[in-house]
């Protein structure tokens, strides 16, 4: 019943979009009325995201449950500019790979100045306490760069379905997230959501939550 309701809703968006994309001219009645479809979860919102994390944190398990509702997929996906639907909103990701070579190229993805769409997702590993402080170092180094100034960070705390997964607040201690919270690195909406990407739970909360500060 629920299933059958989510694809007349998803039908009625398609439409209400298609509606919006060939509107000739724009009115002031016009971006009321989209401000208010958009509110409502009729109208997609856009935003841009960079996912990003350490070697092995689980960063391509999760694109493919989000694309395929898989953890392994058998077929490439691209890795810039990737659509994602969640939560009313179109994620426009780009999956950043994660080795310490590539990390590297992690500011590639990053605009020169600061953009009020623009949103973080880092993925960490909680079964690798080990690799905390180095997850910590590298987020850190990120978050410096110009153009993430006050851009929304969301932390996936990842494969909690592991019982030697690290509970929220060690990790939030760990990787110092209370002192973003305070504005040591910008001030800027941070959240830490647990999730287990292989059994697709709970991420979505973190989405949620995402979509309504980007
Ligand atoms: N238990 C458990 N294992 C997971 C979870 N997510 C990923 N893994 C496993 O962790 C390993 C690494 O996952 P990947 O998705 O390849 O990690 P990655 O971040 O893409 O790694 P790189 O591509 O090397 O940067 C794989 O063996 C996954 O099956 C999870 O939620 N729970
Ligand atoms: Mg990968």
Same mark, same amino acid.
């Given at each position: 019943?629920f299933?059958?309701l989510?694809?007349i809703?998803?039908?009625f968006r398609?439409?209400?979009?298609?509606?919006?994309s060939f509107?000739?001219?724009?009115s002031h009645?016009?971006?009321?009325? /989209?401000a208010l479809?958009?509110?409502y979860?009729f109208?997609?919102?856009?935003? /841009?995201i960079v996912? !990003?994390?350490?070697?092995g944190?689980?960063?391509?398990?999760?694109? /493919?449950m989000l694309?395929? /509702?898989r953890?392994?997929?058998s *077929?490439?996906?691209?890795m810039i500019?990737i659509?994602i639907? =969640?939560?009313?909103?179109?994620f426009?990701?780009?999956?950043?790979?994660g080795?310490?070579q590539a990390r590297?190229?992690?500011?590639?993805?990053?605009?020169?100045?600061p953009?009020?769409d !623009?949103g973080?997702?880092?993925?960490?590993?909680?079964t690798?306490?080990?690799r905390?402080a180095?997850? =910590?170092?590298?987020?850190?180094?990120?978050?410096?760069?110009e153009?993430?100034?006050?851009?929304?960070?969301?932390v996936l705390?990842?494969k909690f379905?592991?019982?030697?997964a690290?509970e929220r607040?060690?990790?939030?201690?760990?990787?110092g997230l209370? =002192?973003l919270?305070?504005?040591a690195l910008g001030? =800027?909406?941070v959240n830490?959501? *647990?999730?287990?990407a292989v059994?697709?739970i709970?991420?979505?909360?973190?989405?949620?939550?995402?979509?309504?500060?980007?």
């Open positions: 019943m299933a059958h989510q694809v809703l998803d039908g398609w439409l209400v979009n298609q509606y919006v509107q000739p001219f724009v009645e016009f971006i009321y009325i /989209n479809l958009t509110y979860g109208i997609y919102k856009h935003a /841009n996912l !990003f994390g350490l070697d944190a689980g960063k391509s398990t999760l694109m /493919n694309l395929h /509702n953890p392994h997929a *077929r490439k996906h691209r500019d659509p639907k =969640r939560v009313g909103t179109i426009h990701t780009t999956h950043l790979p080795h310490f590297r190229i992690w500011e590639l993805a990053v605009p020169e100045y953009k009020p !623009f973080l997702v880092y993925i960490v590993d909680a690798a306490p080990e905390f180095e997850a =910590r170092e590298a987020l850190e180094k990120f978050l410096k760069l153009g993430l100034k006050g851009v929304p960070l969301l705390g990842n379905d592991e019982p030697m690290v607040e060690g990790m939030v201690r760990a990787l209370e =002192r919270d305070e504005g001030d =800027r909406p830490l959501v *647990r999730c287990s059994y697709g709970g991420y979505e909360d973190g989405f949620r939550w995402l979509s309504k500060v980007v």
